[in-house]
């Protein structure tokens, strides 16, 4: 079966899909201080003394922005996240929600509560596996 997209848009009107990822990035606008966030880094996180520079991220907010600016987003939370020496996860998470708004943000914050029931859910399991004794000590240590 060949699937054929549709020539108009029901107006008459010819049209051509965006690409997702065009291969010439679209010129962005200049943002002012309201819509991006500052970070001071080490140039050497591990030397205290190492040169340090500022480094400017725009927000997600993702608002159907172009995929280019998610990652974009990506490799630069990765740089700050290099930059100020993070490495364990909660540091990351909470960098992360500093430099997100809007749908972006509430996305973020639904999934880590989602993975945080999982990990809850996990651990009650593991816990009940792991009691000995009578099934009524098993329900209490779940409890």
Known sequence: MKVVPPKNDNGGKSFKAKPLLPLV???????????????????NPADPGSPQYYFTIPFLDGDDGPVRDVLTWIKNAEKVAQG??????????EL???????????????????????????VKKAVYDRTKGSDADKKAAVA
């Open 96 to 122: 992360h929600k500093k430099t997100l708004r809007a749908s972006a943000l509430f996305a973020f914050q639904e999934a880590e509560r989602e993975q945080t029931k999982i990990l809850v859910e996990e």
């Open 84 to 93: 100020l020496g993070i490495k364990d996860v909660k540091p990351r998470m």
């Open 25 to 43: 990035p679209e010129e962005q606008p200049e943002l002012d201080k309201s819509q991006t966030a500052s970070f001071k880094l080490l140039s």
